[in-house]
């Protein structure tokens, strides 16, 4: 399928865009911030879906939405404003969906399932008793840079809580100096797993709020977490052995020991 957004924010069409790779990491999205180019686009191309911003620069996302229309009558159109007082207007046009900002993956995966129904949904289990892993509908990630799977391991054992990015690189980099160079690289880390996870479909995983980063623990199976909430079979397959790898988590290492004698 193919998905446009449209919106004269950059910031906001990164957004956009990023919730819809996320959500449907197999299919093409493509981004204007020009209504007049969008136009152009899908003279040439047949576009299933349209997330269109209402108040824009040269045209309005409603006008925009009525050309559209008129050249693809069966093109899905959804308004993602933030003012409510376009609705009626909105479904006048017979507009798919109407999002108010902020938007979240989560708004944009239920207006896709009302348009399409409900996909298989992905699992993502979580490893962290002898040794690290991800595991989506019971396949290993694997992640192009150590670090990059490190940085995930640190946020999960967060457990939800937004970490910023100055914390979780001092933690991965216990040497680090501060430099520039330092967090330039640190950048293309979090690119890297941003970039993994979504190829993998498990870009729900991931929260990011301005420079903090969080995953969310309720889209994870994950051992850790069950022996938390004092699931004995977590409990029992706990040996000591909490992210080994990581010399970070020994001090949780010990806390899990002394929880289960």
Same mark, same amino acid.
């Given at each position: 399928?193919?998905?446009?957004a @449209?919106? &004269?924010e ?13 959500v ?22 047949? /576009? ?24 693809? *009558?069966?093109i ?49 289990? /979580?490893?962290?008793?002898?040794g690290?892993?991800l ?8 992640? &192009? ?6 940085? =995930? ?26 430099? +520039?160079?330092?967090?330039s690289?640190?950048?293309?880390? @979090? ?7 979504k ?9 990011? &709020?301005?420079?903090? =980063?969080? /995953?969310? *623990?309720? /889209? ?11 699931? *004995? ?9 909490? =992210? *080994?790898?990581? +010399? ?14």
């Amino acid at each position: 399928m193919l998905f446009i957004a @449209v919106d &004269d924010e950059a910031y906001m069409l990164d957004e956009i865009a990023e919730a819809l790779h996320s959500v449907r990491p197999k299919d093409e999205i493509l981004t204007f911030s020009s209504p007049i180019t969008a136009l152009e686009a899908i003279r040439e191309q047949m /576009v299933d879906a349209a997330f269109l911003d209402i108040q824009m620069g040269g045209m309005t996302g409603i006008d925009l939405a009525i050309q559209m229309k008129r050249l693809q *009558p069966d093109i899905h159109i959804v308004f993602v404003t933030g003012y409510q007082e376009y609705a009626v207007q909105a479904y006048q046009i017979h507009a798919t969906g109407y999002l108010l900002k902020p938007i979240s993956e989560g708004d944009i995966a239920r207006e896709l399932t009302f348009i399409y129904g409900d996909e298989p949904k992905q699992k993502f289990r /979580v490893q962290t008793f002898g040794g690290f892993e991800l595991f989506v509908n019971e396949k290993p990630v694997k992640f &192009d840079r150590s670090k990059a799977k490190e940085l =995930l391991a640190f946020l999960i054992d967060k457990k939800g809580t937004g970490t910023t990015t100055a914390e979780a690189y001092a933690a991965l980099f216990e040497d680090a100096d501060g430099s +520039s160079s330092g967090k330039s690289y640190f950048r293309n880390i @979090v690119r890297s797993l941003k970039t993994t996870l979504k190829n993998v479909g498990a870009g729900c995983i991931l929260l990011r &709020d301005f420079n903090r =980063l969080a /995953v969310d *623990p309720k /889209v994870l199976d994950c051992d850790y977490y069950r022996f938390l909430d004092g699931d *004995p079979i977590a409990i029992n397959h706990f040996r000591d052995d909490y =992210l *080994p790898q990581y +010399s970070w988590a020994e001090l949780q290492n010990a806390a899990l020991h002394f929880f289960k004698e």
